[in-house]
Nanobody, 126 residues
Framework: VQLQASGGGLVQAGDSLTLSCTASGENFGGYGKGWYRQTPGKEREFVASITWNGAATWYALHVRGRFTISRDNPKKTVYLRMNDLKPEDAGVYYC????????????????????WGQGTLVTVSS
């Protein structure tokens, strides 16, 4: 299983970005997917997750109402639409996958993720 994340970049506060994570070598439909953010010296933190069929989503409190996770199973891609970006949203964003039906924040916590993408850097200037 390989995950390829893309879409990061340098934006100004208030701007939007959409991250993408494309999978290969797996039954994409059977995996819960999540997005995570990591900054220097800190652990990788949960941002958002989505069930294998897209029926349910979960968000960290600080991104609710601004970020939207979605997935396109035929394209084997999961997206993270980030609106109204703030400087504190900056970091390296990783996509992760875990083979399970429930993809809640607890079920998709970083230590139990099966597969990781390589990360994409998001920089937000104030």
């Amino acid at each position: 299983v390989q995950l390829q994340a893309s879409g990061g970049g340098l934006v100004q506060a208030g701007d939007s970005l959409t991250l993408s994570c494309t999978a290969s070598g797996e039954n994409f439909g059977g995996y819960g997917k999540g997005w995570y953010r990591q900054t220097p010296g800190k652990e990788r933190e949960f941002v958002a997750s989505i069930t294998w069929n897209g029926a349910a989503t979960w968000y960290a409190l600080h991104v609710r109402g601004r970020f939207t996770i979605s997935r396109d199973n035929p394209k084997k891609t999961v997206y993270l639409r980030m609106n109204d970006l703030k400087p504190e949203d900056a970091g390296v964003y990783y996509c992760g996958a875990r083979k399970l039906a429930l993809a809640s924040e607890l079920a998709m916590a970083s230590p139990v993720i099966d597969y990781w993408g390589q990360g994409t850097l998001v920089t937000v200037s104030s």
